[in-house]
C-alpha cells in the first residue's frame, strides 16, 4: 500500500507542474495587463515601467515562470500583485472557507443523494422513483446562480430566516459552530449541493437498481434474509462506485463555486479565483490554481485508497 | 454629623463609578455599508481601486494637504484647507507653490504631523531610491500628481512644492495626495504590508479591524482635528459585494444599511418597502470618444453632430430607472465650466437627418462606424443595453455601427493607445465608449481638448486639436484666480460641446439605496464622499 500511495504522490509532480504551465500560459494568452490591477487606467508609460520592473514583469515569460516555480517548490507562492498580501496565506484561508462550505455542500448531497438513490432503485418504475429521478434531473439542469437567488429571495427576504451574504457576523476568521454562524452556511450549502446531489442519486438508483436484480440477491432473499441484511449487502456493493462519484463531486465542490460564492458573498476559493482572474493578479491566480489541483489529486488519491478497503477485489486487481 | 460626612464621601466615591455606567450605558452606533469592490481598497494611504475607493480607505484614514468639501450635496464641493491651512504660489517664480501646515495635528499612533511628514510621504510615492518608496501606492497616486518636479522642507510647518511648469491648477491635484505616519511605518519594522493592517494617518477614522475581502471597520477618531466633520457614526463597517443584486438582498434583509448602486431592476421593491434612494449630480459622463484622423468618419463635424441630435436620452434614463441624467455635453449643466455653448445638445431626430444629408448620406448611403465598447465593468454603467440602445439610433439617422467588444482591461490598452494606434486604427476603430470621471479641470477637460495630450502622451484618443482651446488652456495654467480659472475653463467647454468632439449620452448619478435607520446621509456631488456624514 505504501508503495501504492508512493507512486500516485510521484504521479501527482508532473500533473501539478502541466497545471501550472497551462494556466501561466492561459493568463498570458489573455488580453489585458497585470498591472491593470495596480495602475490606474491613465497611467504614463514610465509609471507602468516602473511597476514592471518592481513586479518583475517586465522579464521573458519563461523566466518568470521559472523564478515563481523556484519560490512555489520551497512553499512560497510569492506576493499578489493586487493587494500585495502572501498569497500562500490568501489561498489557504480562502481553502479554509471553502472546505467548510464544500463539506456541509458535500454532506447534504451525498446523504440525500443516497437516501433518494436508494428509495428510487428499491421502487423502480414506481411514483417514488419518477420524483426522485425529476428531483434529480433538476437538480444538475438547474443554473446555481439562479437558485441561489431564488433562495435568498424566499428564505432571507420574504422569510428572513437566514442571512443573505457572507461567512458569519465578523467575517470568516471568526467562525464558530454555534447556531448563529451555522445560519450564514445553510443557503449556499444548500445552493451548491444540488449538483452532487443529482448525480449522486442517478448513480445510486442505477446501481440499486441492477443489483436488486443479481444473482446473489435472489440467492440472498432465497435463504431468507430480512430486506435490512439484503440491503446491507446491496450497500456494500454499490459503495466504491458512488464513492468514486462522491469523490470527484467533492473535488468540484473544493474548487468551489465562482458563482454561488459570488451571489453569496462567501470568502472561498471561488470568490478569490474570481477576483484574480478580473485583475490579472498572476500569482494569486497561479497560487490559487495550484493548490486547488492539489486538492483534487490528494481527493482522487484518498479514494483510491478507500476503495480497496471496501471492496478487497478492487485491491488484487 | 459623623454619618452625615460619611454618606456624602460615599456619595462622591460613587460619581465616577456612575459617570462611567452612563458611558457604558451608550450604545455604539453602527452603519454597514455594502460596498461595490471584490476587496477592501488598499489601507496603506494611497487607495487602489480608482476614484471612487478615496471615500472608503482615503478620506476617512488619511488627509490631503488640500482637500475636497465632500460634506455638501446642494452645490459642487470646492477646495478646503486640508492638513495645509494655507497654500500659494510664489507671485516672483509661479512654479513655487508654499505650504503652510496645520499645527497641532498627530497621527492615530501618537506621533506629530510635521513638514518632514509631508517630505516623507512625497518620497514615499515619488522617490524610488527612497527607503520607504511604495510602489504600489506610487501607482495609485502619481498620474494624479504629474506637475511636482521637486519639493523641500522650508521650516517644521512650511514645504514648498515645485511644478514642472507653472501651473495654476496644481492646487486640484493634492486632494488625491494623502499623508500617512512615518513613525508607525518605522513601527512596524518598515514593511508596508504589515501597516495595511495596522494603517495610521490623521483622519476621521481609525482602522479597528481588516479582514480582506471580507471587512473593514473603521471607527471613530474622537481626536480629530476637525471638529466640524468629527465622524457623527462611532463604527462604519465596510463589506465588499461585488454583486449587486446581493448587496440589495442583503439590503433588504437588514445585513447593511447602505450599498452602493443598487441594481435598477430592485428600486421598485426597495422603495416600497421604505429604503431612500439617494443620488446627485457626480462627475462622471458616458461618452462616445470620436477619433478625428483622416479616414475617420466622425472628421466631420455635421457627423458629429448629427450623432448627438439622435439620441432620446430620456429613454436612456428610463432605461436606467431613473440612475442617470442626461448629458448635454463633458460637464453637467449646473457646472461653473459648463459655458454657454451655441450647439444645444438634445433629441432632434429631423436636424439630425438634415445634417447627415449635408454631409451626404442617408438610407441609401449609410455611414458606417466601428466602436469599441467593453462588456461591463466599473463606470461603464449598463454597457451592452445602453450601447444596443445608441446603435439603434444612430441606425436611424443613417449610421451603421459595429461593435468590437472586449473587457474592460483591454479596453484601457485600447485607450491608452489612442486613435491612431495600431491596434486601433488598424482594425477601423474610430470611436470608443468609456466612461469619464469629470471630478476636477484636468481629469474633465484638459487631459482630452490639449493637443499637447494627444495619445499616446495622454488620453487626447480621437487627436482633438483646436488652436484656440489650446491657448486658453495655457491662460488656465498661468492664472491665479479662481473666477477667471473657471471662465476660461467654461469656454474650452463650450468649445468641446461647439465641436462636438463626443457623443456625450448620460452622466452617472452615484447612486445610494439606505435603509431607514440611516438618518443622515450627505451625498457630495463628487466620487469623494464623506462618510463622516453618515448618521444612524
Known amino acids: 500500500m505504501f508503495a501504492y500511495i508512493l507512486k500516485r504522490l510521484i504521479y501527482a509532480i508532473p500533473i501539478a507542474l502541466s497545471v501550472t504551465v497551462v494556466s501561466f500560459v492561459l493568463v498570458y494568452l489573455a488580453p489585458g495587463d497585470p498591472l491593470n490591477a495596480i495602475a490606474p487606467a491613465d497611467a504614463p508609460e514610465e509609471v507602468i515601467q516602473a511597476l514592471k520592473s518592481a513586479y518583475g514583469l517586465d522579464k521573458p515569460v519563461p523566466v518568470q515562470y521559472g523564478l515563481w516555480l523556484m519560490r512555489a517548490v520551497q512553499g512560497d507562492l510569492g506576493l499578489s500583485i493586487a493587494s500585495g498580501r502572501e498569497v500562500t496565506a490568501e489561498v489557504l484561508s480562502a481553502v479554509s472557507n471553502t472546505l467548510l462550505l464544500a463539506g456541509m455542500a458535500a454532506a447534504i448531497g451525498v446523504v440525500l443523494g443516497c437516501i433518494l438513490g436508494a428509495l428510487a432503485g428499491y421502487r423502480h418504475g414506481t411514483w417514488i422513483d419518477k420524483a426522485a429521478t425529476a428531483l434529480s434531473v433538476v437538480g444538475v439542469s438547474i443554473p446555481h446562480y439562479w437558485l441561489g437567488l431564488v433562495l435568498t429571495i424566499l428564505f432571507s427576504i420574504w422569510l428572513p430566516w437566514f442571512p443573505a451574504m457572507g461567512a458569519g457576523p465578523g467575517g470568516s476568521g471568526e467562525w464558530l459552530w454555534d447556531l448563529e454562524h451555522l445560519r450564514y452556511l445553510v443557503l449556499p450549502a444548500l445552493t451548491l449541493s444540488v449538483i452532487p446531489m443529482g448525480i449522486i442519486t442517478r448513480t445510486v438508483r442505477a446501481l440499486v437498481a441492477d443489483m436488486l436484480g443479481q444473482e446473489f440477491v435472489t440467492a440472498l432473499r432465497a435463504r431468507g434474509l430480512s430486506g435490512g441484511a439484503v440491503f446491507r449487502h446491496v450497500a456494500k456493493n454499490t459503495a466504491p462506485t458512488v464513492l468514486a462519484v462522491a469523490g470527484l463531486q467533492i473535488g468540484y465542490l473544493m474548487g468551489g463555486s465562482i458563482l454561488v460564492e459570488t451571489v453569496f458573498a462567501w470568502p472561498g476559493t471561488g470568490f478569490l479565483l474570481n477576483t484574480a482572474i478580473f485583475q490579472r493578479d498572476i500569482p494569486l491566480l497561479q497560487g490559487t490554481i495550484l493548490v486547488l489541483c492539489m486538492f483534487f489529486v490528494v481527493l482522487n488519491l484518498l479514494v483510491d485508497i478507500l476503495q480497496p478497503l471496501i471492496d478487497p477485489r478492487m485491491g488484487r486487481s | ?536
Request: glycine content about 6%.
Open chain 2, 1 to 536: 454629623m459623623k454619618p452625615r460626612n460619611f454618606k456624602l464621601r460615599h456619595w462622591l466615591a460613587a460619581l465616577p463609578l456612575s459617570f462611567a455606567l452612563h458611558a457604558g450605558l451608550h450604545a455604539e452606533t453602527v452603519a454597514r455599508y455594502g460596498i461595490s469592490m471584490a476587496d477592501i481598497p488598499l489601507t496603506t494611504g494611497q487607495p487602489d481601486r480608482g476614484a471612487g475607493a478615496y471615500q472608503f480607505t482615503g478620506h476617512t484614514l488619511y488627509d490631503p494637504l488640500i482637500a475636497w468639501e465632500a460634506n455638501v450635496g446642494n452645490r459642487p464641493g470646492k477646495l478646503v484647507p486640508g492638513l495645509a491651512t494655507e497654500w500659494k504660489a510664489d507671485p516672483k517664480d509661479n512654479k513655487k507653490w508654499r505650504f503652510t501646515l496645520r499645527k497641532g495635528v498627530k497621527f492615530h499612533d501618537g506621533s506629530e504631523f510635521t513638514a518632514d511628514a509631508v517630505i516623507w510621504n512625497l518620497d514615499k510615492v515619488l522617490a524610488e531610491k527612497s527607503p520607504q518608496f511604495d510602489a504600489k501606492q506610487s501607482a495609485q497616486v502619481r498620474p494624479r500628481i504629474p506637475s511636482i518636479a521637486s519639493y523641500r522642507k522650508v521650516g517644521p510647518y512650511e514645504v514648498e512644492i515645485t511644478t514642472k511648469e507653472v501651473d495654476a491648477l496644481f492646487p486640484y491635484q493634492l486632494p488625491w495626495f494623502l499623508v500617512s505616519s512615518p513613525a508607525q511605518w518605522e513601527k512596524l519594522g518598515k514593511d508596508w504590508n504589515k501597516v495595511a493592517s495596522q494603517p495610521s494617518g490623521t483622519g476621521p477614522f481609525k482602522l479597528d479591524k481588516l479582514v480582506p475581502r471580507e471587512r473593514a471597520d473603521l471607527v471613530k477618531n474622537a481626536a480629530y482635528w476637525d471638529k466640524s466633520r468629527l465622524p457623527k457614526t462611532d463604527r462604519i463597517v465596510l463589506l465588499p459585494i461585488p454583486d449587486a443584486m446581493t448587496r440589495a438582498n442583503a439590503l433588504l434583509n437588514g445585513q447593511v444599511d447602505i450599498i452602493e448602486t443598487p441594481p435598477p431592476d430592485v428600486l421598485p421593491q426597495l422603495k416600497a418597502g421604505g429604503f431612500k434612494l439617494v443620488q446627485n449630480v457626480t462627475p462622471h459622463v458616458w461618452p462616445y470618444h470620436f477619433s478625428t484622423y483622416p479616414g475617420s468618419p466622425w472628421t466631420d463635424i455635421r457627423v458629429r453632430k448629427a450623432a448627438n441630435l439622435a439620441i432620446d436620452r430620456d429613454a436612456v434614463v428610463k432605461l436606467m430607472s431613473g440612475l442617470a441624467t442626461p448629458a448635454k455635453g463633458q460637464v453637467d449643466a449646473t457646472s461653473p465650466w459648463f459655458g454657454k455653448p451655441n450647439f444645444k445638445i438634445g433629441y432632434d431626430l429631423a436636424a439630425a437627418r438634415a445634417l447627415m444629408a449635408q454631409a451626404g448620406y442617408g438610407p441609401s448611403k449609410p455611414l458606417k462606424a466601428k466602436v469599441i465598447i467593453a462588456q461591463g465593468g466599473t463606470g461603464q454603467m449598463l454597457s451592452l443595453p445602453m450601447n444596443e440602445f445608441v446603435q439603434q439610433s444612430l441606425a436611424e439617422i443613417g449610421i451603421e455601427v459595429t461593435f468590437e467588444v472586449v473587457e474592460l482591461e483591454n479596453l484601457y490598452r485600447h485607450w491608452r493607445a489612442g486613435a491612431k494606434a495600431d491596434i486601433n486604427a488598424g482594425k477601423g476603430i474610430t470611436a470608443i465608449n468609456l466612461g469619464y470621471v469629470t471630478a476636477d479641470p484636468f481629469y474633465a477637460i484638459t487631459r482630452f481638448t490639449d493637443s499637447h495630450y494627444v495619445a499616446p502622451n495622454g488620453v487626447n484618443w480621437g487627436g482633438y486639436n483646436n488652436p484656440k482651446v489650446d491657448a486658453a488652456l495655457e491662460k488656465i495654467r498661468t492664472t491665479f484666480d479662481s473666477k477667471t480659472q473657471d471662465g476660461l475653463l467654461a469656454f474650452v467647454h463650450q468649445s468641446m460641446v461647439d465641436d462636438a468632439q463626443m457623443l456625450w449620452v448620460v452622466h452617472d448619478v452615484n447612486p445610494h439605496a439606505l435603509s431607514p435607520k440611516v438618518k443622515e446621509f450627505i451625498q457630495a456631488q463628487h466620487w469623494f464622499q464623506d462618510l463622516t456624514t453618515i448618521r444612524m
